[in-house]
T-cell receptor, first 114, second 111 residues
Framework: EPEVTQTPSHQVTQMGQEVILRCVPI?????FYWYRQILGQKVEFLVS????????KSEIFDDQFSVERPDGSNFTLKIRSTKLEDSAMYFC????????????FGPGTRLTVL | DQQVKQNSPSLSVQEGRISILNCDYT??????FLWYKKYPAEGPTFLIS?????DKNEDGRFTVFLNKSAKHLSLHIVPSQPGDSAVYFC??????????FGQGTELSVKP
């Protein structure tokens, strides 16, 4: 069964460093998403991406964040200058269509900012 | 942001009995709802969904009920099995395809 994959599973970085989290969505999906979950809190939407453009972004997704689909298979989330509060699980998801289509999630990347 | 709420942080059920997980929402514009199951250190796994034009959707042991007038949905698992023990999240699909999640309910099914 096709699945969303994410690398790395765990990333440790120093505050102020740049990190790139990588995702390979399900191959026939057209809509891509990033979410995060800070320990003990809700899963929160960050950004949605379709047709090489951001469709929607949350207040969390400020200028420090960017997304890219550099080739036909990868979808990346970059955090330019990490802060302590960026420590969280980051989940990538993809869907065939938008609003009424099911989003399938990857296993997540645990980001720890020291 | 409290648009989707799961008021019970935990639920404990005996194996073979019914588990009922509840979820409330505030925005009447939501038109698609999903339930996800999550184990620690893993991503959410899709379970079942329901469109706002329906009031019930069933898939094997899982049934989701939607009461639009009450802005309430529930997930029924019957019979419950120990392998069902996990955190269950309800989510509503909003504009741009973003999912708005509840806080989750931790289900424990005891043998």
């Amino acid at each position: 069964e096709p699945e969303v994959t994410q690398t790395p599973s765990h990333q440790v970085t120093q505050m102020g460093q740049e990190v790139i989290l990588r995702c390979v969505p399900i191959s026939n999906h057209l809509y891509f998403y990033w979410y995060r979950q800070i320990l003990g809190q809700k899963v929160e939407f960050l950004v949605s991406f379709y047709n090489n453009e951001i469709s929607e972004k949350s207040e969390i997704f400020d200028d420090q964040f960017s997304v890219e689909r550099p080739d036909g298979s990868n979808f990346t989330l970059k955090i330019r200058s990490t802060k302590l509060e960026d420590s969280a699980m980051y989940f990538c998801a993809s869907s065939e269509g938008d609003n009424t289509d099911t989003q399938y999630f990857g296993p997540g990347t645990r980001l720890t900012v020291l | 942001d409290q648009q989707v709420k799961q008021n019970s942080p935990s639920l404990s059920v005996q194996e073979g009995r019914i588990s009922i997980l509840n979820c409330d929402y505030t925005n009447s514009m939501f038109d698609y709802f999903l339930w996800y199951k999550k184990y620690p250190a893993e991503g959410p796994t899709f379970l079942i969904s329901i469109s706002s034009i329906k009031d019930k959707n069933e898939d094997g042991r899982f049934t989701v009920f939607l009461n639009k007038s009450a802005k309430h949905l529930s997930l029924h698992i019957v019979p419950s099995q120990p392998g069902d023990s996990a955190v269950y999240f309800c989510a509503a699909s909003a504009e741009g395809g973003k999912l708005i999640f509840g806080q989750g309910t931790e289900l424990s099914v005891k043998p």
